[in-house]
């Protein structure tokens, strides 16, 4: 076992919260994820890691901490986006690019100001592409509490939000708000993304926000089941991402360490060329297939 | 700012080539009769004041000293609140450059702006000492504070005289008795460098960033933190969990008698290493990019870096900021 886990992996502080700082992400990540896909709101959700890299550089500048940035980005960028009109699906894609391009510029000038204007170092690979492992292990309950809180809601909404991820139309017919739950859930797919940049950066972000789920509706249908076939794929990419970037610093004889965020993403590449893989097998096996069978569990009326 | 120089009405300076026109206005400046046979514009005259650059405000100072009153110095990088390695060029900057005279850079890629903004504006009147070429220094260089080793000081000195004296000749007595005197006070930082190595050879010291590396070393003083660990905080990436550990380690197990800390180049790591050095009570000597001013010149500046240490190494007392 020597050659995956290298001597101290597990007494190491940073490790520790590492890991379970990738845990709570991931599960939250791989939960918001695979109502992402089903709303076909990737774009979206890739938006807002761009105004959660705005708020991360902006805390930086402020001195204030990294987590408060991408999550503050996050909240105010899906308000912005839900304002320009984000839920309907003509002009969908206009209004996210159009606060894409908005928060990538502000990141710029931020980026540029901590490096002209503070003694802050590191501060582009902190907020671009994460340093879980420069984590303080008191940011831990504030993760926790977020993630909580996240997936609470979402236990919540789940029906109305199922509802209108697969039917607008339906939806609307049978009462349900569509403004709303719309709006609610920009709202947590912005702390998702918030809580995963501490972890793979806010660049990289999607990548743990789509990767698993994407993953996971190839191989099961049934939303429940691709829910924990996510989170499950979702913890495996960063805790084999955290392991892997701690034992690359015995590859080398420099002992030059890798960062966490390419393992975590390349582990996510894989699992999803494999999915992909088993099923077009599967597919070809099974004969002609209908489109993504998905139960629908009946809406409370009102 | 420097009021940039004209050339007086009655002259016609002929539309050339901007490498032409900045020259001219650069020669304009210099008192020796420097000629540009290529340009063929006439060379007016000016006042006798040398205009010089400092890129890191120490190597501004020791200009300075050795000048006196015949230089006007300007320093590029001097705020004691930002990380110069991440240090961004302006239009001010470019302009001081291209009027310079006399230019001290460090070199080993520490300044590569400067390099980039003298090669904007050539001019064959401008002086470019850099440190590295005269310490032959390579590129690979690992550490590029070079103003922290006691013998570069005084090397920059005697080339910064013996360029004033090429442009000024008549000054050449008062920039060599300034020149003695500068030796004559960076002698207490030799001696004071001598009497704590004396007491305290061999004694572990952990850091966080390179800077001030080669003071370290002549003090006789022990680095125990990997150099690839100072490397990484310098160059702004993540050091390794297995670094940030031992690191840690060199703190919490008190196997170091001193914490540096560079307070130009933070980072989480750096921030959360002073606290753990501060709760194991470790004591913590602040150590710094550029001269922190006002209040110092170099040799006072190097006095009071290495006042911090004795005082630290004694009396276990920080100094948070000299």
């Known amino acids: 076992m020597h050659w995956l886990l290298e001597p101290g992996l597990f007494t190491n502080d940073s490790v520790r919260t590492a890991f379970l700082l990738g845990a709570m992400v991931s599960l939250v990540s791989a939960v918001v994820g695979v109502f992402t896909v089903l709303r076909a709101q990737s774009f979206a959700g890739h938006a807002l890691t761009d105004v959660a890299m705005a708020g991360g550089a902006g805390a930086s500048l402020a001195g204030v901490a990294p987590l408060l940035g991408f999550l503050g980005g996050g909240v105010l960028g899906a308000g912005a986006m839900d304002a320009i009109g984000v839920l309907r699906v003509k002009g969908r894609d206009i209004a996210t690019g159009v606060v894409l391009g908005a928060a990538t510029g502000l990141a710029a000038l931020f980026l540029f100001l901590v490096a002209s204007s503070s003694a802050a170092t590191g501060s582009t690979q902190l907020i671009l592409f994460g340093s879980v492992f420069t984590v303080e292990a008191s940011t831990l309950p504030y993760v926790a509490g977020l993630s909580a809180l996240v997936l609470t809601a979402?236990?919540?909404?789940?029906?109305?939000?199922?509802?209108?991820?697969?039917?607008?139309?339906?939806?609307?017919?049978?009462?349900?708000?569509?403004?709303?739950?719309?709006?609610?859930?920009?709202?947590?797919?912005?702390?998702?993304?918030?809580?995963?940049s501490i972890v793979i950066g806010s660049i990289l972000s999607t990548a743990l926000l789509i990767g698993p789920p994407a993953s996971a509706l190839k191989m099961s249908s049934h939303v429940t089941k691709a829910v924990s076939i996510a989170v499950g794929l979702g913890i495996a990419a960063t805790w084999l991402g955290i392991v892997f970037a701690y034992d690359s610093y015995y590859w080398l004889p420099a002992h030059r360490g890798l960062p966490v965020s390419f393992f975590v993403v390349f582990v996510v590449v894989i699992e999803f060329s494999f999915a992909n893989l088993a099923y077009r097998f599967h597919a070809r096996r099974v004969a002609p297939t209908t489109s993504a069978r998905v139960n629908v569990e009946p809406v409370g009326g009102r | 700012m420097i009021p940039l120089r004209t050339p007086s009405a009655g002259h016609e300076i002929p539309r050339t080539s901007r490498f032409c026109r900045n020259a001219v206005v650069a020669t304009s400046l210099v008192l020796v009769g420097v000629t540009l046979s290529s340009c063929g514009s006439p060379v007016a005259i000016s006042s006798g004041v040398i205009r010089a650059v400092g890129a890191e405000n120490q190597y501004a100072n020791v200009l300075a000293q050795i000048g006196g009153r015949y230089v006007s110095v300007r320093a590029i990088v001097s705020n004691p609140n930002t990380d110069p390695h991440t240090f961004e060029v302006s239009t001010r900057v470019a302009q001081l450059i291209s009027t310079a005279q006399l230019v001290v850079q460090n070199g080993v890629g520490y300044d590569a702006f400067m390099n980039q903004l003298e090669s904007a504006s050539p001019s064959s009147s401008r002086d470019v000492i850099e440190v590295q070429t005269l310490e032959g220094l390579s590129n690979n260089t690992?550490?590029?504070?070079?103003?922290?080793?006691?013998?570069?000081?005084?090397?920059?000195?005697?080339?910064?005289?013996?360029?004033?004296?090429?442009?000024?000749?008549?000054?050449?007595?008062?920039?060599?008795?300034?020149?003695?005197?500068?030796?004559?006070?960076?002698?207490?930082?030799?001696?004071?460098?001598?009497?704590?190595?004396?007491?305290?050879?061999?004694?572990?010291?952990?850091?966080?960033?390179p800077v001030a590396d080669y003071l370290l070393q002549a003090l006789g003083l022990v680095n125990v933190t990997p150099f690839r660990f100072q490397a990484d905080v310098m160059n702004g990436i993540d050091p390794s969990p297995e670094d940030i550990a031992f690191q840690q380690g060199l703190l919490t197990h008190r196997k170091v008698r001193v914490f540096l800390y560079n307070e130009q180049v933070s980072s989480p790591v750096t921030v959360s290493l002073q606290s753990l050095a501060k709760s194991s009570g470790v004591p913590i000597v602040a150590v710094y990019e550029t001269m922190p001013t006002p209040g110092y010149d170099y040799q006072s500046w190097m006095l009071a870096e290495i006042a911090a240490l004795t005082r630290a190494l004694s009396t276990s007392r920080s100094t948070v900021r000299i």
């Open chain 1, 154 to 196: 979402l236990v919540f909404i789940r029906r109305p939000l199922l509802l209108s991820s697969l039917s607008s139309e339906l939806a609307a017919v049978r009462g349900v708000r569509l403004r709303w739950v719309g709006g609610a859930f920009m709202i947590m797919l912005a702390v998702s993304v918030g809580l995963s």
């Open chain 2, 142 to 209: 690992e550490n590029p504070h070079l103003w922290y080793k006691p013998s570069t000081m005084p090397r920059v000195a005697r080339a910064i005289a013996v360029d004033l004296t090429k442009l000024q000749p008549g000054h050449a007595r008062y920039f060599a008795t300034r020149l003695s005197a500068f030796s004559k006070s960076v002698n207490s930082l030799t001696v004071a460098v001598a009497t704590f190595k004396k007491k305290y050879e061999g004694v572990r010291v952990a850091t966080t960033e």
